[in-house]
Nanobody, 117 residues
Framework: QVQLVESGGGLVQAGGSLRLSCAASRIAFNIYTMGWNRQAPGKQRELVATITSGGSTNYADSVKGRFTISRDNAKNTVYLQMNSLKPEDTAVYTC???????????WGQGTQVTVSS
């Protein structure tokens, strides 16, 4: 059974930084597009960032220049470095693994990020 386990969330003041990690197991990690999504209370889930198997990245406009997604295929782990955090970044952040062209689409349980003003 595929597992995606997020870590690194927490409470931080506005302007601070956090680094999220998502460790994948039982998956051919290097061929998957990995992504981070977030959902704030009362809002729809939002795609934050993705990184393809080849290392190409994409970001939501709201986080460009502040967040960086990266992956370590040797460790089966994807990261989200979040800098200059704002209160509006407060949400549950969830990791996603998707194999393009297939129905293989897996989700983690999420980690809470809270940014205080």
């Amino acid at each position: 059974q595929v597992q995606l386990v997020e870590s690194g969330g927490g409470l931080v003041q506005a302007g601070g930084s956090l680094r999220l990690s998502c460790a994948a197991s039982r998956i051919a990690f290097n061929i998957y597009t990995m992504g981070w999504n977030r959902q704030a209370p009362g809002k729809q889930r939002e795609l934050v960032a993705t990184i393809t198997s080849g290392g190409s990245t994409n970001y939501a406009d709201s986080v460009k220049g502040r967040f960086t997604i990266s992956r370590d295929n040797a460790k089966n782990t994807v990261y989200l470095q979040m800098n200059s955090l704002k209160p509006e970044d407060t949400a549950v952040y969830t990791c996603n693994a998707r194999q393009i062209g297939t129905s293989n689409d897996y989700w983690g349980q999420g980690t809470q990020v809270t940014v205080s003003s």
